[in-house]
């Protein structure tokens, strides 16, 4: 187990990170955390944090990034929930207020593409119903501005409806599964963080979601998203 302090640094990297997707180095840490400890102290927890597997530092005079593990850390005991804001719960609401099938999936996949800020895949269950949307959020992301990275996401993205309803046999209801990186089963996706998770609709139909993000994905904003689309 990691001590109090490495936690801390742990969340302050891989939270700067999310917000900046730059290395983040030691001397800006020490400006941003202000916790009195010198530039020393905390070059040495960070590199406790490399030797531990839950950061890596890309070239010898960059700051350090998350490694999955550090992710896996992050997402399962230092994440803060977080509600969505009254627009956002708005949105979320005048899709579950549309009662037929085929125009709720588009728009739900649309809204929440549109709130996660990454990619959104949704399909009806036992329906030929299957929506996509948000190419043109994650392809804003840094991770993706070179153009065989845009393909190699498109490639995946042709694939997801028959992957995804081979996983969603195995959820329950209510059910949600984050993979971060290797952890993917889906080994083309294994560059990204991936959610997937039931949802049933009041009138009763139900279906799966994904939404795909880098790995240094909003986190918090995605669950929340889950959260509230579980209570309807």
Known sequence: MLRERQKSILDAVIQDYIRTARPVASQELAREIGWGLSPATIRSELLRLDE???LEQPHTSAGRTPTDKGYRFFVDHLLTDILLDSEEDAMLGRAFAIRE??????EFTKTIARIAGAFAAAGVEDEELFYESGFSEIL??????????ARRFGRIADLLDERMQRVAADLDQDAERIWIGAE???????????????WTHPVGFSGTLAIIGPRRTNYSKHKAIIRRMHKF
Do not use: C, D, V
Not at 184 to 198: C, G, T
């Open 52 to 54: 531990l597997g839950y």
């Open 101 to 106: 099938a085929e125009e709720f999936i588009r």
């Open 140 to 149: 804003g992301e840094p991770e993706f501005s070179e153009p065989e990275s």
């Open 184 to 198: 993917n089963p889906w080994k083309e996706a294994r560059q990204y963080a991936m959610i997937l998770s039931s």
